[in-house]
């Protein structure tokens, strides 16, 4: 992957799809180096849980074109390399995990972004039914070295019918989320892939406690 941040950073100053495909042969080399990657991950996943065994390394990887309909930046490429990790698919409602590669801004993480708002409710009502074992779970030590906090979208005000709870603060994020900042010259190491899984897995007692949510 040692060629991957130069390439998205020329990406960044030729976004266009003239410089697009004449720069292709080295995309698509990044991209076989990626997959090659999501493999080893997987793998090291596969060892603590079998589910992820008939996952595909292309169904974990992010397509590079942006889905410009909307967007008022018509800009057609991503400018970063990202993949998502989850025993039951992308579009899978419940956590997943998720490598982010970009210039100046790469981090991993895991949980559920943006959930329904049924699905929110329900992932507040099992953290304040059992607010004890969430917070063992997040105060842990080894996990709080790499994911200090929740992340994300989060409401200006703590709902009502959690103002008077003591981790109040919990209630107010959309997302569940967490997510860990690396150093860009990590992805050149060799046990790249080992430091990720090992990252991924410290969150695996959240995921089962969002699990929880969803099979309730």
Not at 59 to 86: E, G, H, M, Q
Request: charged letters at 30%; glycine letters at 4%; hydrophobic letters at 35%.
């Amino acid at each position: 992957m040692e060629n991957a941040l130069e390439f998205l950073r020329e990406l960044k100053e030729n976004n266009n799809r003239v410089w697009f495909e004449k720069n292709r042969p080295i995309y698509e080399k990044n991209k076989a180096d990626l997959l090659h990657l999501v493999s080893q991950i997987l793998n090291e996943l596969q060892n603590n849980d079998v589910a992820f065994a008939p996952i595909l390394p292309k169904d974990c990887l992010f397509r590079i074109n942006r889905d410009v309909r909307f967007a008022t930046d018509k800009s057609p490429y991503k400018t970063n390399f990202a993949c998502y990790f989850d025993k039951k698919g992308k579009k899978s409602p419940g956590p997943g995990f998720y490598l982010h590669i970009e210039p100046n801004n790469c981090f991993l993480g895991g949980g559920i972004w943006m959930p329904e708002t049924q699905l929110l409710k329900r992932i507040r009502t099992e953290i304040d039914y059992d607010s004890q074992g969430f917070e063992s779970i997040i105060t842990q030590k080894d996990f709080v070295s790499y994911y200090p906090k929740l992340e994300g979208e989060s409401l200006k005000k703590v709902p009502k019918e959690y103002q008077n709870h003591p981790n109040s603060d919990w209630f107010r994020y959309k997302n569940f989320i967490f997510m860990h900042k690396f150093d860009e010259q990590k992805i050149t190491d060799k046990e790249f892939y080992l430091y990720v899984s090992q990252a991924f897995n410290l969150l695996n007692p959240f995921h089962n406690f969002l699990n929880k949510v969803l099979e309730n």
